[in-house]
């Protein structure tokens, strides 16, 4: 019987633990960062998050302040061999194309169709504007909602032939935990689209919809056989990027958060925003340079763009780098 | 042994209670609506919140899908004889003037110099964006939350004699702190400026900037003498009325609300919208019918206008509309 009331004590306490928001008993006894390897990086975190929520103490930071931003794609989840929204956009072309024949002959997804990923994005920008255009608008949000969550229930990475909802960086994960066990607020702030990443942030990061920032479309409030509905118009509404983070954390948040993290030049205004709000700051970029267990890209790559003049300004700035290769024992959840 | 097992179960689950943000047993021994008079719209308001809280019951909804959203103006705060926005915006014209030479014999602002609002306003509504972008434009964010901090703290209602953070209903604080301590959500979705109401919204209402909707000006990251800043700009960004109040909800919150309080024509959609979503809903739209307290309008009235077809629509649809001289008890904390 004792076993029974222990069981039933360690329910209770996991039960009250997962209700409070402070676990500081729990951050005591065990590591709360375990996929973490010890060093520079990893004690940064730590001293900061202690410092921060220490009372009495200079950096002390009321909880209602704490808010750190994280970047999505490079920063939470993998982005090689390509942006997963883009892999989801390429899937909607093919479902889509029966209704669409006159795609056979045009640009750029006639490419597409035809299995030819680099034909088909060789128009750069526009190339993409017109393919997320035709996969991501012209349907109402709870349309475009259910749309994501199908997709990202069957969908599977190429490489690693697993859900891309499971390519997540199990150490970011257990950060953001771990800030949040210490009264932080969570939010993305990414440049991918904001209603393709609401549908299941919060069952894999813990983050619901309303601290969810991207770029986004226009809606249009609308009576469809009198029920209202939104519905998404092929019209740019916001880009969650580079300048234009620090205009989406104002616009959603209103505050200005005191820690944020990163992978790339997209991320350098967010970073920047959030330490010149002055007292104790927590920079991070997290630096792909894990060649054997995801990718080695940087300041060569065109996706998630790591230049030496954001590594020299993140040397200059006291910015963490986080080296995927050395700080991390674990990188993805499902590595044997 | 069984009781012992009880006995731990009970202490586990009144350990979650109290850490849980229910407050169950507050709400059955203390009115929690006490500025609330008893009547149908006060038990609308009490049966709701049971039956969505009630684990079990088929109307529950889990405590992340308590989302409840509060128009501003006429809604939580008094907007007679004219919005409070636009006391502050005369306000800083008469500020502001001393720079601008020009205004003298420019309209609206000369009208204004000269204490005559009616005129200044006569061209309606290309008059109120010329004072507001004169007034809100051109600074930084944080420039502008100091101008309307120190506003808040000084300016009076010119008929109550307090501070217009003074001029809230106390029926409205209690129901948002009562939907609250149930596990809600609250959030503000106002035609009202975004950031000319996020300086005072967490004091006066204990909504945090981030669960504020409004309507924006765009803004612009700059570096200023090497200081990363947001500029306000004269450009328009998103008008939050109407047809645009379910676009910031779905924009800002990403989750359809299951709760909506407005009072005029302005808020129509939101309800509309609100209650699309099946299930169990509230809506309620607050009538200014107490002349003795507060003001008399609906109507025929410019500000708030709560229409013939918006009153037949309520009727129709069952949403309570609250009277404020029968179901408030008191209009305001100041009250005598």
Chains 1, 2 share one sequence.
Request: aromatic fraction near 10%; charge should be neutral.
């Amino acid at each position: 019987m004792k076993t029974t009331r222990r069981t039933f004590l360690n329910a209770a306490l996991a039960l009250s633990a997962s209700l409070l928001i402070g676990g500081t008993a729990f951050t005591q006894t065990q590591d709360p960062l375990p996929s973490w390897n010890d060093g520079a990086t990893k004690k940064a975190i730590v001293e900061f998050v202690a410092k921060v929520t220490k009372p009495g103490s200079p950096d002390f930071v009321p909880v209602a302040e704490r808010i750190a931003t994280f970047d999505n794609d490079g920063t939470l989840w993998c982005e090689q061999p390509m942006y997963f929204q883009l892999f989801f956009a390429l899937d909607r072309v093919k479902a889509l194309a029966p209704s669409h024949p006159e795609w056979k002959t045009k640009e750029p997804f006639a490419s597409l169709l035809k299995g030819d990923v680099k034909a088909a994005l060789a128009g750069g920008e526009r190339s993409v504007l017109e393919i997320v255009m035709a996969t991501h608008a012209g349907m109402t949000t709870e349309e475009f909602n259910q749309t994501v969550k199908d997709w990202v229930a069957t969908a599977q990475h190429p490489i690693y032939k697993k859900p891309f909802t499971e390519c997540v960086y199990q150490p970011m994960l257990e950060l953001m935990a771990y800030l949040r066990a210490n009264g932080f607020k969570t939010f993305i702030v990414s440049g991918g689209g904001i209603e393709f990443m609401r549908p299941w942030t919060e069952k894999v990061y813990g983050i619901p919809p309303e601290q969810v920032i991207g770029s986004s479309i226009k809606t249009k409030f609308e009576l469809r056989d009198g029920k209202p509905v939104l519905v998404r118009l092929p019209e740019i509404n916001f880009i969650d990027d580079k300048t234009g983070k620090p205009v989406g954390i104002n616009s959603h948040i209103g505050r200005r958060p005191i820690a944020a993290f990163g992978n790339s030049d997209g991320d350098q205004q967010m970073l920047e925003y959030t330490q010149a709000g002055g007292g104790a700051r927590l920079l991070m970029l997290v630096h792909h340079d894990d060649k054997a267990r995801e990718f080695e890209y940087g300041s060569k790559s065109s996706i998630g763009t790591f230049s030496d003049a954001l590594m020299a300004e993140a040397k200059a700035k006291n910015w963490n780098v986080i080296s995927m290769k050395d700080d991390w024992k674990k990188v993805f959840a499902f590595e044997k």
